[in-house]
């Protein structure tokens, strides 16, 4: 049924009942004042009626129904994933509008969800398809062998001890890339609680520095505390044992990938930023793209994959980092420059 034939049925039933209202008034007026003929009180009727109904109507099919078929167009148009322009969502605020609105504010919102549902969806399968991937190499290295040393290298000593040991590297890689995919999920699901404490930060990164020190020199790399920040301490309140992390996955990650550059290093810096402390972990490295740097927290991302694949690791470190971070309510930035090198800055509460 048409929205003009509904208007006209309320509309007649509307007049109809004015009219009857109208009968009962008019015969009371009649019998207080007789003078009146019959002849002026049906054409009174008949007028008042017509007059009624064509106001009636019109109000109906103005300010009711055009507004009711603008509602239902629009949550049409946002069915097909269509959006609307400003111009269609302004107008004069009556409750008809304001429902319209809220259709409108509930389509989206619900169109949000369901854009951010397609993303996790995406996601999940990138991370499935990541983590099948990372696990395969190890898995059929193990594999040949183990393979080989059954057809017969066990017995081979030019061999047999070479591959058990290559056998427990891969092994130990898929250890610890376990490991890191429970610390990130413990970490998301809260499982993990955090323990702050007063620490110093600057012993902190002396400690991690003393740790890593010799991998560095493999390399050349000169890696040390920025001047004038080896000296006073600086206290802070974080879980001691996940910034000690923070700070090794992020020196280990740029030992790994600073590249063939002339006397490379890495600096670590503090800011006093009043109620943080501001800590850089700088490197004289080849630096990363732009556009690749949005990616380098994901999981299992490796900037460069040919030469990550020789380097080790479980592709989860900063991803470790990001989340330890999360965690303290704190975030972490990065900025680089190819040929140049790398910054990462986060901030953490002062004691």
């Known amino acids: 049924m048409s929205s003009k034939s509904n208007s006209q049925k309320v509309s007649l039933v509307t007049t109809l009942t004015l009219i009857a209202v109208s009968i009962v008034i008019f015969i009371i007026f009649s019998l207080m004042h007789k003078q009146m003929g019959i002849a002026a009180y049906v054409l009174g009727f008949i007028t008042f009626a017509v007059f009624s109904y064509f106001i009636i109507y019109q109000t109906i099919e103005s300010f009711i129904y055009r507004k009711i078929k603008l509602i239902y167009k629009n949550i049409h148009r946002l069915k097909r994933g269509k959006n609307l322009n400003n111009n269609e969502l302004q107008g004069r ?69 070479k591959y058990l040991e290559k056998t427990s590297k891969s092994v130990d890689r898929m250890i610890n890339m376990v490991s890191d995919l429970e610390t990130i999920s ?29 991998k560095a020199s493999k390399k050349n790399i000169e890696l040390f505390l920025a001047k004038g920040n080896d000296q006073d301490p600086i206290f802070v309140s974080a879980d001691k044992e996940r910034i000690r992390q923070v700070f090794i996955n992020l020196i280990d990650n740029a030992i790994k990938y600073i590249g063939e550059i002339p006397n490379p290093y890495i600096k670590i810096s503090f800011y006093d930023m009043d109620k943080h402390i501001l800590v850089e972990i700088s490197d ?31 592709g989860l470190g900063l991803a470790i980092v990001k989340h330890i971070l999360e965690a303290h309510k704190q975030t972490i930035n990065v900025r680089s420059s190819i040929g140049i090198g790398t910054t990462f800055s986060f901030t953490i509460n002062k004691a």
């Open 93 to 161: 605020s009556d409750m008809l509008e304001d429902v319209n609105k809220e259709v409108i504010e509930w389509a989206k919102m619900h169109t949000d969800e369901i854009s951010q549902l397609k993303t996790l969806e995406k996601y999940r399968r990138n991370f499935v398809g990541n983590v099948s991937h990372e696990l395969k190499t190890p898995i059929f290295n193990i594999q040949g062998y183990i393979s080989t040393l059954l057809d017969g290298g066990i017995h081979d000593d030019s061999i047999n001890i």
């Open 186 to 214: 413990a970490l998301e699901s809260g499982v993990i609680e955090l323990q702050p404490v007063k620490i110093n930060i600057v012993d902190l990164a002396k400690e991690v520095i003393d740790f890593l020190e010799v």
């Open 284 to 314: 004289k490295g080849m630096g990363i793209a732009m556009d690749k740097i949005p990616f380098i927290f994901d999981r299992f991302y490796r900037v460069d994959k040919a030469r990550s694949s020789d380097q080790g690791g479980t």
